[in-house]
């Protein structure tokens, strides 16, 4: 192990588990808020079994508007809402909070994209057997798409890992913002481009895994 590493290296351990700690929260958003708020509108949408167009430009408008606003903008935003929630607007904590609106908006899209992608003959299958939106949306549509579910899921985590880097502005720390402050600022070129190597790892590490599983639970 090159003697960098070694030197900072209760840091860079440090700094991984802030990552994962940020990544894990926005992830677990994504899926408790971003799945079914993009389901919602893809029900919601023209065409489908709970067509209002009414709900779906409120919800779809909403989505567009926290996915186009710049990152580092809506983090600075935030910070009276991030103070609110978890009573500090610093530290890694309270770096979830932006990250995690990012996520819902993120995944909703996303999972919309992938339910669009089912074949119509589900839906018109399901309905003409009289089954419940709940029985749809769980028996019938996460079924045929849970594949692609998964692959937008991975996407969305990366994204999140690229996300979380800028998260120093409000002391969140993190891999990518160690890689500034001891690399790029103390001028330690070499710790910076290990830490970007291990910041590719990670990445490739999250695409395997959900490639993988992906493809395990493809039905087709």
């Known amino acids: 192990m090159p003697e960098v590493l070694v030197q900072y290296q209760a840091e860079i351990i440090e700094s991984i588990g802030e990552t994962f700690y940020m990544v894990g929260a926005s992830v677990l958003a994504a899926v408790l808020l971003g799945l079914p708020i993009g ?5 919601c949408g023209k065409g489908s079994i709970l067509e209002n167009r009414t709900v779906y430009g409120l919800l779809n408008v909403l989505v567009n508007t926290i996915r186009s606003f710049p990152f580092l903008l809506l983090v600075v935003f935030l910070i009276p809402f991030t103070r609110w929630i978890v009573g500090t607007a610093i530290g890694t904590a309270a770096a979830t909070v932006p990250l995690a609106i990012i996520a819902i908006a993120h995944y909703a899209r996303l999972v919309e994209q992938s339910l669009l992608d089912v074949p119509k003959g589900v839906l018109e299958a399901a309905v003409s057997m009289g089954a419940s939106i709940k029985e749809i949306i769980f028996k019938f549509l996460y079924v045929e798409a849970r594949s692609a579910l998964v692959l ?14 800028v998260m120093g502005i409000v002391g969140g720390g993190g891999i990518g913002d160690f890689a500034i402050r001891y690399g790029y600022q103390q001028y330690k070129t070499d710790l910076m481009l290990y830490v970007i190597v291990i910041m590719v790892i990670l990445v490739q590490m999250i695409q395997f895994i959900g490639s993988t599983v992906s493809q395990k639970i493809d039905k087709r």
Do not use: A, N
């Open 152 to 165: 937008s899921l991975t996407t969305s985590t990366v994204s999140f890992i690229s996300y979380s880097t």
């Open 39 to 43: 389901t919602f509108l893809f029900l």
